[in-house]
Nanobody, 127 residues
Framework: VQVADSGGDSVQAGGCLRL?????????????MGWFRQAPGKDREGIAI???????SYVDSVKGRFTISTDGAKPTLYLHMSNLKPEDTGMYFC??????????????????????WGQGTQVTVSS
């Protein structure tokens, strides 16, 4: 399995950005994917997760501002970010893994449940 994430950029506070993630190598639809953020000097945190049954979870700090969506036809995960704040600055990573039993992954963890990771894409929000 390979994961490729992209779309990071430098934006002004209040702006929008969309990150993209494509995973290849899954042989069925029992996979889960998520977006993780590592802010400077902080631990990595799962901010938005999509489980294998399509259910989603978000950390409180992004609820109402960030949403995730998928292409449906292939393992993709988009992170739509709006009303960006300087505290959203960080390296964003996409992760994917086999998840045959829904309910094993959720937002707010450090991502130890995921094996396959993208290289990361930088998001910088200036005030």
């Amino acid at each position: 399995v390979q994961v490729a994430d992209s779309g990071g950029d430098s934006v002004q506070a209040g702006g929008c950005l969309r990150l993209s993630c494509v995973a290849s190598g899954f042989t069925d639809r029992n996979y889960c994917m998520g977006w993780f953020r590592q802010a400077p000097g902080k631990d990595r945190e799962g901010i938005a997760i999509m489980d294998s049954d399509g259910s989603t979870s978000y950390v409180d700090s992004v609820k109402g501002r960030f949403t995730i969506s998928t292409d449906g036809a292939k393992p993709t995960l988009y992170l739509h970010m709006s009303n960006l704040k300087p505290e959203d600055t960080g390296m964003y990573f996409c992760a994917a893994d086999f998840c045959p039993w829904p309910g094993t992954v959720t937002a707010g963890t450090g991502g130890g449940e995921f094996v396959h990771w993208g290289q990361g894409t930088q998001v910088t929000v200036s005030s």
